[in-house]
Nanobody, 119 residues
Framework: QVQLVESGGGLVQPGGSLRLSCATS????????MGWYRQAPGKQREFVAA???????SYGGFVKGRFTISRDNSKNTVYLQLDSLRPEDTAVYYC?????????????WGQGTQVTVSS
């Protein structure tokens, strides 16, 4: 069973930065992509960023260069650097791990980490 452990959330002022981390217990050779989603109160979960096993990255349209996803294979960890944070970035951020094979897609989720942007 894959376990994802997130850390790095917290309270930050507008314009500030945070770095989220997500460590996986999964076999890196089974991972197709890892990424981040977020869910604000009363809203649907939305895509933030992802990185494939080949290193290709993608971002949600609202990111506009403010967030950066990266990984450290030696630590089985993916990071999300959040810069120029805005109050509307307040949400629970979830780490996602996708395994894609001929049998289909399996998704694994972390427990979520709260990011609050407020003065």
């Amino acid at each position: 069973q894959v376990q994802l452990v997130e850390s790095g959330g917290g309270l930050v002022q507008p314009g500030g930065s945070l770095r989220l981390s997500c460590a996986t217990s999964g076999d890196i050779f089974s991972i197709s992509a890892m990424g981040w989603y977020r869910q604000a109160p009363g809203k649907q979960r939305e895509f933030v960023a992802a990185m494939t096993s080949a290193g290709k990255t993608s971002y949600g349209g609202f990111v506009k260069g403010r967030f950066t996803i990266s990984r450290d294979n030696s630590k089985n960890t993916v990071y999300l650097q959040l810069d120029s944070l805005r109050p509307e970035d307040t949400a629970v951020y979830y780490c996602n791990e996708a395994h894609i094979s001929v049998a289909g897609r399996e998704d694994y989720w972390g427990q979520g980490t709260q990011v609050t942007v407020s003065s």
